[in-house]
Antibody, heavy 119, light 107 residues
Framework: QVQLQESGPGLVKPSQTLSLTCTVS??????????WSWIRQPPGKGLEWIGY???????YYNPSLKSRVTISVDTSKKQFSLKLSSVTAADTAVYYC???????????WGQGTMVTVSS | DIQMTQSPSTLSASVGDRVTITCRAS??????LAWYQQKPGKAPKLLIY???SLQSGVPSRFSGSGSGTEFTLTISSLQPDDFATYYC?????????FGQGTKLEIK
């Protein structure tokens, strides 16, 4: 079955860029049905949807983060990535990669990776 | 953005109880509503999609209903494994948004 795994630094300094990668295993990243997504959850708080990328390269970002977010895809490596620039302590969170479909919502999630923004 | 409001924020119940969680949308989302269960330190797990469709592998004691702006998640007979936090999410329009969560505690 399809599994997702996040990877990247667990500590980022303020004003720098947070970079995470999600590796897809057990299935194709190139199906037209899927939207590969990033979602985050600050400690003790709720879920915030960051954005998605389709294998074709089309993206949509949450307007609240749009000026700082870039999501990209590398179909040959079966990976998609998140970059969040100019981070502050408010960006400290568990970051999840996930698979979404139009009908079924977000059906598969990675285990999540904690990213702390601190000097 | 569409705002999602869940009630209650915390719910205390006992094994075997029937419980209902409500989710309200700030505008109509048709039936594009999903429910997730999250346990501490774990990723959310999809329970219900399109308001009332049970995700594969999810026990039948979970059910969802509603359309437009008001939705409910019902657990017919609570089991020990069900004590967790539950989130609703609208996927009618971007940006997708979540409710603030309902923590289901053991009474």
């Amino acid at each position: 079955q399809v599994q997702l795994q996040e990877s990247g630094p667990g500590l980022v300094k303020p004003s720098q860029t947070l970079s995470l990668t999600c590796t897809v295993s057990g299935g194709s990243i190139s199906s037209g049905d899927y939207y590969w997504s990033w979602i985050r959850q600050p400690p003790g708080k709720g879920l915030e949807w960051i954005g998605y990328i389709h294998y074709s390269g089309s993206t949509y970002y949450n307007p609240s983060l749009k000026s700082r977010v870039t999501i990209s895809v590398d179909t040959s490596k079966k990976q998609f990535s998140l970059k969040l620039s100019s981070v502050t302590a408010a960006d400290t969170a568990v970051y999840y990669c996930a698979r979404a479909l139009d009908i079924v919502a977000t059906d598969i999630w990675g285990q999540g990776t904690m990213v702390t923004v601190s000097s | 953005d569409i705002q999602m409001t869940q009630s209650p924020s915390t719910l205390s119940a006992s094994v075997g109880d029937r419980v209902t969680i409500t989710c309200r949308a700030s505008q109509s989302i048709s039936r594009w509503l999903a429910w997730y269960q999250q346990k501490p330190g774990k990723a959310p797990k999809l329970l219900i999609y399109k308001a009332s469709s049970l995700q594969s592998g999810v026990p039948s004691r979970f059910s969802g209903s509603g359309s437009g702006t008001e939705f409910t998640l019902t657990i017919s007979s609570l089991q020990p494994d069900d004590f967790a936090t539950y989130y609703c999410q609208q996927y009618n329009s971007y940006p997708y948004t979540f409710g603030q969560g309902t923590k289901l505690e053991i009474k």
